[in-house]
């Protein structure tokens, strides 16, 4: 599967293409976190349990990517993280503390 079905998939939409990415014919795997932000807020009135888990992923990742993991410019969140919020069962065995340690 192609990585931007992915995030569409398990995120609900795919984010905007960047101009600058366009042009260099380059793919980014990397997400904005004002998207991720923008997505949260516009977050439907549902009761769809998938839409809802699609929010919740939208909203770790942005936790993730302002506080956890941040990157240099603190904008963006790397893709490597959303295969883990794949099944949110298998997620809560995994040992985030060690992660959070392992990347500072």
């Known amino acids: ?9 398990l ?3 795919r984010p905007p293409v960047v101009p600058q990415q366009e042009l260099q014919k380059k793919e980014s795997f990397l997400l904005k976190l ?4 923008d997505r949260v807020r516009q977050m439907p009135q549902a009761d769809d349990p998938e839409i ?3 929010y919740a ?5 942005l ?3 302002r ?4 990157n240099k410019s603190n904008n963006l969140v790397h893709l490597r993280w959303l295969p883990l ?5 298998r997620c809560l065995g995994l040992s985030w503390d060690s992660a959070v340690l392992a990347w500072m």
């Open 1 to 9: 599967m192609e990585t931007w079905e992915l995030v569409e998939r």
């Open 11 to 13: 995120l609900g939409a």
């Open 34 to 37: 004002t998207w991720l932000r």
């Open 52 to 54: 809802l888990r699609q």
């Open 57 to 61: 992923r939208c909203f770790i990742l």
């Open 63 to 65: 936790l993730i990517g």
């Open 67 to 70: 506080y956890l993991m941040t």
């Open 85 to 89: 919020l794949q099944d949110f069962q």
